[in-house]
């Protein structure tokens, strides 16, 4: 069965700075999805990046990059320039690609804490 | 257009009372999953359409949970003779077909007293 690890329960960010939160996951599927999803107060879980296994080349979105390791089975997400607008619960997924249901697999989260 | 809605947002029920939890997905997203969320976990799949077939039901705690989505749009999930082990966030997620990215509710707090 397909596992999700986020080892980091709380990180904390200056302002400005940037930081890194890990994720490890097993599988032996060889295609499939990773996310980074983030969490506010509200609940809305909103979509930070995606990563196809596929692909060798690691995603970014503006400040948001993604360390793929296929190998190691690691996926890191990156912020720079860290905003107090980025302060959230941030869950790392796993999406299978050819079996069965399409459902995500969640960790347990990381709370990222942003100083101003 | 609209995104994903849960209502209601909180609801709080005593032990033995049934909940029913509505979802509307966005307008022609054949796919629509739930997860539990229990606090300070990630969210865990419960059940999952495709249109009004359910595909997926291995996730689902007991039977006392059910869900349905009669005409492959609006989806409810029924929780009878409510614990307080099921106080959680109930996040309901659509795609627009089960490949792609899936889009999230705001869910549904349901506390059990």
């Known amino acids: 069965a397909q596992t999700v690890t986020q080892s980091q329960p709380e990180m904390s960010v200056q302002e400005a700075e940037t930081v890194t939160l890990s994720c490890t996951y097993d599988?032996?599927?060889?295609?499939?999805?990773l996310f980074w999803y983030k969490q506010p107060p509200s609940r809305q879980m909103i979509l930070v990046i995606r990563?196809?296994?596929?692909?060798?080349q690691n995603a970014t979105e503006n400040r948001f990059s993604v360390n793929f390791q296929k190998a190691a089975k690691s996926f890191s997400l990156k912020i720079s320039d860290s905003q107090l607008g980025d302060a959230a619960m941030y869950f790392c997924a796993y999406r299978a690609i050819t079996s069965g249901t399409y459902k995500y697999i969640f960790g347990t989260g990381t709370r990222l804490k942003v100083l101003a | 257009g609209a995104g994903v809605s849960q209502s209601p947002r909180y609801k709080v029920a005593k032990r033995g009372q049934d909940v029913a939890l509505r979802c509307d997905p966005i307008s022609g997203h054949v796919s629509l999953f739930w997860y539990q969320q229990a606090l300070g976990q990630g969210p865990e799949f419960l059940t999952y359409?495709?249109?009004?077939?359910?595909?997926?039901k291995s996730g689902l705690p007991s039977d006392r949970f059910f869900a349905e989505r009669p005409e492959g749009s609006v989806s409810t999930l029924k929780i009878q003779r409510t614990q307080q082990e099921d106080s959680a966030v109930y996040l309901c997620?659509?795609?627009?077909?089960?490949?792609?990215?899936?889009?999230f509710g705001p869910g549904t707090r349901l506390t059990v007293t």
């Open positions: 599988t032996s599927e060889s295609d499939y999805y």
């Open positions: 990563q196809e296994a596929y692909k060798q």
């Open positions: 359409f495709q249109n009004e077939a359910q595909l997926d």
């Open positions: 997620a659509s795609s627009l077909d089960r490949s792609y990215e899936q889009y």
